[in-house]
């Protein structure tokens, strides 16, 4: 317990991202705060998810891409899951819906954009250790846009697969890599292309891309 007079303790902040430069770069921000203490950094998913079990940290800044192996919406899902977790921000420069929506389905406290001032990280660090969410402005903007169109709004797997036909994977390519039969991704790419107004997957993948309801 804080006693009279004294400081609370500060948020303890994991840094996971594959980045050394970004990874010092965020540290140079936190430090000027005088109520964080970055305890620890992360270069991959894995190590991120292993040293968040310890229980020594209140909020994990995560990166959603680090190459091979787990991504960051899955460490998040993973962290999450376990009983007296941090808190995890998503700390990224990717806002297409399937990364937003991966990263909210997988337990994320908050999703922020790398190019946000360092007065508005900061403040979403406070608001994800007090136990409320972050969201970007423009991460906001297009949550309330998919609830105010639920009917033309892509569902998450329709999104999914989606991102792996602009990746120039096959309808049977598709299906191994999320466990679908053949017939299901077909199903799929039909309400994608009735809901985006297009007839081809070249067409839909180009929609999607300019609407960035996927990445580039």
Known sequence: ????????????????????VVR????????????F?????AATAERAVALA?????????MDLQFGAGMHGAEATEAIT???????????TTY???????????????GYLLKDAPPEELAAAVRTAAAGRSALA????????????????????????????????LSNQQISKRLFLSQATVKSHLVHIYAKLGVDSRTSAVAAATARRLIRR
Do not use: W
């Open 137 to 168: 402005p423009a991460v906001a903007h297009r949550l309330m846009n998919r609830m105010r169109t639920p009917a033309r709004a892509l569902t998450k797997r329709e999104l999914e697969v989606l991102q792996l036909v602009g990746e120039g």
């Open 95 to 109: 806002e297409s819906d399937a990364d937003i929506l991966a990263a909210v389905e997988a337990g994320a406290a």
């Open 24 to 35: 010092a770069g965020l540290r140079a921000v936190l430090d000027t705060e005088p109520d």
């Open 1 to 20: 317990m804080t006693s009279p007079g004294s400081r609370p303790a500060p948020v303890r902040l994991l840094l996971a991202d594959d980045h050394p």
């Open 53 to 61: 079990a310890t229980g020594a940290f209140d909020v994990v800044l």
């Open 37 to 41: 203490e970055v305890s620890a950094e």
């Open 81 to 91: 899951a376990a009983p007296g977790a941090p808190r995890v921000l998503i700390l």
